[in-house]
């Protein structure tokens, strides 16, 4: 079974400052992860994701997020936060070990909240 | 522009009546999917569909039904058998890839579901 978890419910950083949210997963072969990004009574926008290679993965709007295999995590950071920023962030997993076709399955999103 | 168009917005339903939720996407997607959001819970996943005529129970299918007549159309109704109805839904789609689908779901902006 394909499992993920956001260990924070609300991250507060000022603005300027560098900002991580927290993502682990657990499958049982190799993963494909995603960050997505939740504005007020939006839809999720996608903004990242890690398939196979660099453990560095760069994405939109300045975010990027480091993927560690030992450790089964994949943290979402950005150098320098904005208010602009403040949303609801969302990791996904999908178990590429999963024989046809499987879903994703999401946590259960971390609040960001950008102070100016 | 392509994308994924959700209607209506806002939507109420009466004791006993059942209510359906539109989906459409202009992506060529062959799949599609419906997601129920509630506060805190994150995104559980009620039906899929990979191709047309054919869908899949996700976590919390009770209560609810969907048809897929045509590629770009994954209409979700809510079944007067749904107890507890009032969430924000959301409806997303991605490509398959032969099953093994590494690329990223889009999202549509949701519909919110309350009780009169």
């Known amino acids: 079974a394909q499992s993920v978890a956001q260990p924070e419910d609300q991250v507060n950083v000022a603005e300027g400052n560098p900002l991580t949210v927290k993502c682990t997963y657990s499958v049982s072969g190799n993963p494909y992860l995603f960050w997505y990004v939740q504005y007020p009574n939006r839809g999720l926008q996608f903004l990242l994701k890690y398939i196979t290679g660099d453990n560095l993965v760069k994405g939109s709007y300045g975010f990027e997020a480091e993927f560690n295999k030992s450790q089964t995590s994949f943290h979402l950071k950005k150098p320098s936060a904005l208010v602009s920023d403040s949303a609801l962030y969302f990791c996904?997993?999908?178990?590429?070990?999963?024989?046809?076709?499987?879903?994703?399955?999401f946590g259960k999103g971390t609040m960001l909240l950008v102070s100016p | 522009d392509g994308g994924i168009t959700q209607s209506p917005k806002y939507l109420f339903r009466k004791e006993g009546q059942n209510v359906t939720l539109s989906c459409e996407q202009n992506l060529n997607h062959d799949a599609m999917y419906w997601y129920r959001q509630d506060p805190g819970q994150g995104l559980r996943l009620i039906y899929y569909?990979?191709?047309?005529?054919?869908?899949q129970k996700g976590d919390i299918a009770e209560g609810y039904s969907v048809s897929r007549e045509k590629k770009e159309s994954f209409p979700l109704t809510v079944t007067s058998a749904q107890k507890n109805p009032t969430a924000f839904y959301l409806c997303a789609s991605s490509t398959t890839g032969g099953g093994r689908s590494n690329q990223p779901q889009h999202f549509g902006d949701g519909t919110r579901l309350s009780i009169l």
């Open positions: 569909s990979q191709i047309v005529n054919d869908f």
């Open positions: 996904a997993v999908r178990d590429e070990a999963n024989s046809g076709y499987s879903t994703l399955t």
